[in-house]
């Protein structure tokens, strides 16, 4: 059986097999005649985004800003980081996605945005769309307690994929100042009060703790799930 024709049903068989049986990575892989390696990244896709983590995934399929994948492809080439841990961070359903990014940005020191063929488990990529502060300020606080995953936001809240990838860096760049729109205009209309802007920030600050949280308690579970 060559890698592209194993089945979901396949791969959730092996992977039950490792979470409820406890049976390691290595003998999966021996009994089925597969790599280990192909084993674990199905059992982490699996812990992370369930059983739509096992279908195939076509990254030429979603779209992808060139800035996006030059940040994930700097981040893991920086070191220290596992491709596994990083594709988890910004939601990108692969690993082999950041893989196959820091290698073209190895080789050519240049990616271009993604061009994509079609609706594929990540959300399409839907227009940009004019916006009030607080979807910009509600947005942002989603991706943050959602793991920076930029490709659920833009779905739930109607927008691109490529617009909160923009909110979420210039949150992180100014905080909630960062996130007015002063496109056309010396002050944005909206423009929140000292009280308002105090209320926004410890939103979106409580949001970021949580995903913090949630990084040590996977960092956690995977040094628990790695030993075995």
Known sequence: MSRKDYTKEFKLEVVKA???KGISYYRLGKDNGINPTIVRDWCRAYDTHGEDGLRHHDSNR???T??????VAKEYLAGGVAAYTVA???GILAPTTVRKWAKEYNDHGELTDSKPKGDRLM???NKSRKTTLEERIAAVEYCLSNENNYALTAKEFNCSYGQVYSWVKKYNSA???GLYDRRGRSKDAEELTEIE????????????AKQQQMEIDFLKKLDAVERR
């Open 123 to 125: 959300v399409k990529d």
């Open 62 to 64: 979603c779209t992808y």
């Open 88 to 90: 988890k961070k910004y």
């Open 197 to 208: 802007k105090i209320k926004a920030e410890n939103r979106l600050l409580k949001a970021q």
């Open 18 to 20: 490792h979470f409820e």
């Open 66 to 71: 060139a800035e996006f994948k030059e940040q």
């Open 175 to 177: 905080g909630v100042a």
